[in-house]
């Protein structure tokens, strides 16, 4: 059916006003659904879902100081959070050093400063780290960060196979979307597969990469872009791992995704279901994955950012909330659920104290937990979970025909995509085609009142403190042979993460790890 009715989806595709038998002819349920926790697990990576347990409910937080964060930390462990996963500032993302020039007016901004192996004891002072499942949003510095965890660990007694959690580890996606790149991609590239070798040796419970569709989604990407990019980008990585001589099967079930949740809740719902199926299809395809595990694609949520608004802030806790429910309905493995207030500033205590009760009112006061895939089988969700597999494939198709998503990247066919789109919704949205409430339609004539959390400027200057009585009080003679180590093994072939945590065990910090890799590997200038 087509006519003045139907409507377009996020990516495109067309909504018909009605969906029937007819629009699932020759659909062969058995190829496109399989059973939950079977192949091709369109109904999900588990067979049980969360009729046994619900998801895992991680609070994105970090600002300021470790001792700020590790404050935010305790309350929301206190009210039921069940993992935390971490937001760090620009320079440590840059792998820049606090009292570094390039670092003035970041300091804390829009996560917390780590310099050292000092401010990461911090801010997990008095968390038991054997207890908790802790997700880094960390990329070209992931190691690094990864590293200083396992040592504030081993000194809190809890050994490295205890440790439980994710690095997101995607420098790919920062070329892409987001710019937080050290390295060119080769090198970038070289590291991820020592990270992947070292974590099997090392933390074998560790989730060593979640690929992020979340950043391409927020830097204007449709449903269909973010879900083929980003499986592009995994299929590089296990490339390069399998270059390197691993296995598939002793990495690939360490791999994880991290995707966005919009308010569109059936493209949502058929989006995480099409990009399950094709992952599967290509890790046994492609790679010749025999481990299940491997097959999985398992992610993490967090519910649009890019969708809240300034105007008539709590407005967003309704988006949010149908956010959230498009997520667990799409099947997430963990959710993070945003705060009402942050396009205006930082969360407050309450604001994300409200993000997680909303979750916790998703598990417990609906029926959503009661069945596995309440959408099976849905003509419309079908469907559409075909359109998008289509249009996903596609432009996963352009990509591979351009030599791969690194070459792809060089020639900026990626960002250019994302751009076109970013501008047609802005276009839409300017014009009022599409409706956004408080800010183009239904608007107020004047904004109530609303006084958000602000980071102290003193920050900075504190850190620069703790840097200078570092560097004044450690064995200066033992961290520039560590960083010569680390440079040797840069050199060569081996790997880069055991001399980086002698480094950083030495009290090496994070800029002066990163600089000496830099002065290998040099640093990536995009191709304008």
């Given at each position: 059916?087509?006519?003045?009715d139907?409507?377009?989806?996020?990516s495109?595709?067309p909504i018909?006003?009605?969906?029937?038998?007819?629009d699932?002819?020759?659909?062969?349920?058995?190829?496109k659904?399989?059973?939950?926790?079977?192949?091709?697990?369109t109904?999900?990576?588990?067979?049980s879902?969360y009729t046994?347990?619900p998801?895992?409910?991680?609070?994105?937080?970090?600002?300021?100081?470790?001792a700020?964060?590790?404050?935010?930390y305790?309350?929301?462990?206190?009210?039921?959070?069940?993992?935390?996963?971490?937001?760090?500032d620009?320079?440590t993302?840059?792998g820049?050093?606090?009292?570094?020039p390039?670092?003035?007016?970041?300091?804390?901004?829009?996560g917390?400063?780590?310099?050292?192996?000092?401010?990461?004891?911090?801010?997990f002072?008095?968390i038991?780290?054997?207890?908790v499942?802790?997700?880094?949003?960390?990329?070209?510095p992931a190691?690094?960060l990864?590293?200083?965890y396992?040592?504030?660990?081993?000194?809190?007694?809890?050994?490295?196979?205890?440790?439980?959690?994710t690095i997101?580890?995607?420098?790919?996606k920062?070329?892409?979307?987001r710019?937080?790149?050290?390295?060119?991609p080769?090198?970038?590239l070289?590291?991820?597969?020592d990270?992947?070798?070292y974590?099997?040796?090392?933390?074998p419970?560790?989730?060593?990469?979640?690929?992020?569709?979340?950043?391409m989604a927020e830097?204007?990407?449709?449903?269909a872009q973010?879900?083929?990019?980003?499986?592009?980008?995994?299929?590089?990585y296990?490339r390069?791992?399998?270059?390197a001589?691993?296995?598939v099967?002793?990495?690939?079930?360490?791999?994880?995704?991290?995707?966005?949740?919009r308010?569109?809740?059936?493209?949502?719902?058929?989006?995480?279901r099409?990009a399950?199926?094709?992952?599967?299809?290509?890790?046994?395809e492609?790679?010749?994955?025999?481990?299940p595990?491997?097959?999985?694609?398992?992610?993490?949520?967090q519910?649009?950012?890019?969708?809240?608004?300034?105007?008539q802030?709590?407005?967003?806790?309704?988006?949010?909330?149908?956010?959230g429910?498009?997520?667990?309905?799409?099947g997430t493995?963990?959710?993070?659920?945003?705060?009402?207030?942050?396009a205006i500033?930082?969360?407050?205590?309450k604001?994300?104290?409200?993000?997680?009760?909303?979750?916790?009112v998703?598990a417990?006061?609906t029926?959503?937990?009661?069945?596995?895939?309440?959408?099976?089988?849905?003509?419309?969700?079908?469907k559409?979970?075909d359109?998008?597999?289509?249009?996903?494939v596609?432009?996963?198709?352009?990509?591979?025909?351009?030599?791969?998503a690194?070459?792809?990247i060089?020639?900026?066919?990626?960002k250019?995509e994302?751009?076109?789109?970013?501008?047609?919704?802005?276009?839409?949205?300017?014009?009022?085609?599409?409706?956004?409430?408080?800010?183009n339609?239904?608007?107020?004539?004047?904004?109530?009142?609303?006084?958000?959390l602000?980071?102290d400027?003193?920050?900075e200057?504190r850190?620069?403190?703790?840097?200078?009585?570092?560097r004044?009080?450690?064995?200066?003679?033992?961290?520039?042979?560590?960083?010569?180590a680390?440079?040797?093994?840069?050199?060569?072939?081996?790997?880069?993460?055991?001399?980086?945590?002698?480094?950083?065990?030495?009290?090496a910090?994070?800029?002066?790890?990163?600089?000496?890799?830099?002065?290998?590997?040099?640093t990536?200038?995009?191709?304008?």
């Amino acid at each position: 059916m087509s006519g003045p009715d139907m409507r377009e989806s996020e990516s495109g595709l067309p909504i018909e006003p009605v969906y029937g038998p007819d629009d699932l002819q020759d659909w062969d349920a058995g190829e496109k659904l399989g059973a939950p926790g079977a192949y091709p697990f369109t109904r999900g990576v588990y067979p049980s879902m969360y009729t046994g347990r619900p998801w895992t409910m991680r609070q994105y937080a970090g600002f300021g100081t470790a001792a700020e964060s590790n404050a935010r930390y305790r309350q929301l462990i206190a009210h039921g959070t069940t993992g935390l996963s971490v937001a760090f500032d620009l320079p440590t993302q840059m792998g820049h050093d606090s009292d570094a020039p390039i670092a003035h007016g970041e300091v804390g901004k829009v996560g917390v400063a780590i310099d050292s192996v000092e401010d990461m004891r911090v801010l997990f002072g008095g968390i038991p780290l054997d207890q908790v499942s802790t997700s880094m949003t960390i990329n070209a510095p992931a190691a690094l960060l990864l590293l200083l965890y396992q040592l504030v660990a081993e000194e809190q007694g809890v050994s490295a196979d205890r440790l439980t959690g994710t690095i997101q580890n995607d420098v790919l996606k920062e070329y892409i979307a987001r710019g937080t790149y050290i390295f060119p991609p080769k090198p970038s590239l070289r590291l991820t597969a020592d990270i992947f070798r070292y974590c099997r040796a090392e933390i074998p419970r560790w989730n060593t990469i979640s690929i992020s569709g979340y950043h391409m989604a927020e830097a204007g990407a449709s449903p269909a872009q973010e879900i083929a990019f980003t499986l592009a980008d995994g299929i590089e990585y296990v490339r390069t791992a399998v270059a390197a001589g691993m296995d598939v099967d002793d990495f690939a079930p360490r791999l994880s995704f991290f995707f966005v949740a919009r308010t569109t809740i059936l493209e949502e719902v058929a989006k995480f279901r099409a990009a399950r199926r094709i992952w599967a299809r290509v890790m046994r395809e492609e790679f010749g994955a025999e481990n299940p595990k491997s097959l999985m694609l398992r992610f993490h949520t967090q519910t649009a950012g890019v969708q809240l608004t300034a105007q008539q802030p709590e407005v967003n806790l309704v988006r949010v909330a149908v956010q959230g429910l498009a997520a667990v309905l799409g099947g997430t493995q963990s959710l993070h659920t945003n705060s009402f207030d942050e396009a205006i500033a930082l969360p407050t205590d309450k604001s994300a104290r409200l993000a997680l009760r909303t979750q916790q009112v998703l598990a417990h006061e609906t029926d959503v937990t009661a069945t596995v895939d309440p959408f099976a089988g849905s003509y419309a969700v079908e469907k559409l979970t075909d359109d998008v597999e289509a249009a996903v494939v596609g432009l996963m198709d352009r990509v591979e025909e351009l030599g791969g998503a690194v070459a792809a990247i060089e020639r900026g066919f990626q960002k250019g995509e994302i751009e076109r789109n970013a501008y047609r919704i802005a276009q839409e949205t300017d014009s009022g085609e599409r409706v956004v409430v408080g800010v183009n339609r239904f608007q107020l004539d004047e904004e109530e009142p609303y006084e958000p959390l602000r980071v102290d400027p003193a920050i900075e200057a504190r850190q620069a403190e703790r840097l200078a009585k570092l560097r004044a009080q450690r064995d200066q003679p033992a961290v520039d042979a560590a960083l010569t180590a680390l440079k040797k093994a840069a050199e060569g072939d081996d790997n880069v993460l055991y001399p980086m945590k002698e480094a950083l065990k030495a009290r090496a910090t994070v800029g002066e790890v990163c600089n000496a890799l830099r002065d290998v590997w040099g640093t990536y200038v995009p191709v304008t």
